[in-house]
């Protein structure tokens, strides 16, 4: 059972609100790689630049949408943490890309697309690392029921995360 006591369920669930969509697109970047041997979840960093261009729109936080890796047709759920990483006192603000797929590679230098659908928290910090893997692990499961409703599900065909006619 987990003592976490939030809503499974973020954003308004007859529309997709402003500013989201967000639509981020990088090359994946090495991390500081604690986030799979740590957490057991691993992520995929986006570069700075995008991170850059995300703070147009979002504040820092957690948040949930979908990706693909190299536009190919598989599009998965993810859940993204934007920000400073207090736990770990990072010094740069990162966009860092939870994917909700157990994968056997990691994919560096892949090219990654997100469609940022919505917010969940804010960033916390913790005094261990398990009270993190657990918010993490139900930030997650709020991803999944969140994603299910119309609105949400359907940007999982936006055509961003797709392969272009001209790289089929
Ligand atoms: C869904 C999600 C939520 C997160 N929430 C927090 C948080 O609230 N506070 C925090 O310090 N880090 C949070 N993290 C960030 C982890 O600390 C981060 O993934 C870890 O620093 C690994 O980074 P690295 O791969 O660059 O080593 C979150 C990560 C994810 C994927």
Same mark, same amino acid.
């Given at each position: /059972?987990?003592?976490?006591?939030?809503?499974?369920?973020?954003?308004?669930?007859?529309?997709?609100e402003?500013?989201?969509?967000?639509?981020?697109?990088?090359?994946? &970047?090495?991390?500081?790689?604690?986030g799979?041997?740590?957490?057991?979840?691993?992520?995929?960093?986006?570069?700075?630049?995008?991170?850059?261009? +995300?703070?147009? @729109?979002?504040?820092?936080?957690?948040?949930?949408?979908?990706?693909?890796?190299?536009?190919?047709?598989?599009?998965?759920? /993810?859940? &993204?943490?934007?920000?400073?990483?207090?736990?770990?006192?990072?010094?740069?603000?990162?966009?860092?890309?939870?994917? &909700?797929?157990?994968?056997?590679?990691?994919?560096?230098?892949?090219?990654?697309?997100?469609?940022?659908?919505? @917010?969940?928290?804010?960033?916390?910090?913790?005094t261990?690392?398990?009270?993190?893997?657990?918010?993490?692990?139900?930030?997650?499961?709020?991803?999944?029921s969140?994603?299910?409703?119309?609105?949400?599900? +359907?940007?999982?065909?936006?055509? @961003?995360?797709?392969?272009?006619?001209?790289?089929?």
């Amino acid at each position: /059972m987990s003592d976490i006591d939030r809503p499974l369920l973020v954003g308004n669930d007859h529309a997709v609100e402003q500013p989201y969509p967000v639509r981020l697109r990088g090359t994946v &970047m090495r991390g500081f790689g604690r986030g799979g041997k740590e957490l057991g979840i691993p992520t995929a960093n986006l570069p700075e630049d995008v991170s850059q261009y +995300a703070g147009q @729109f979002i504040e820092t936080g957690i948040y949930y949408g979908w990706a693909s890796i190299n536009s190919s047709e598989t599009i998965y759920p /993810m859940v &993204m943490s934007f920000g400073w990483n207090p736990y770990y006192k990072n010094e740069k603000r990162s966009a860092e890309v939870h994917i &909700m797929h157990k994968f056997d590679e990691d994919f560096y230098e892949k090219d990654l697309r997100v469609i940022v659908a919505g @917010f969940i928290r804010p960033e916390k910090n913790y005094t261990t690392l398990e009270a993190l893997i657990s918010d993490i692990n139900f930030d997650i499961q709020v991803a999944h029921s969140s994603l299910a409703r119309g609105p949400y599900a +359907a940007l999982k065909e936006d055509i @961003f995360l797709k392969p272009s006619p001209a790289s089929l």
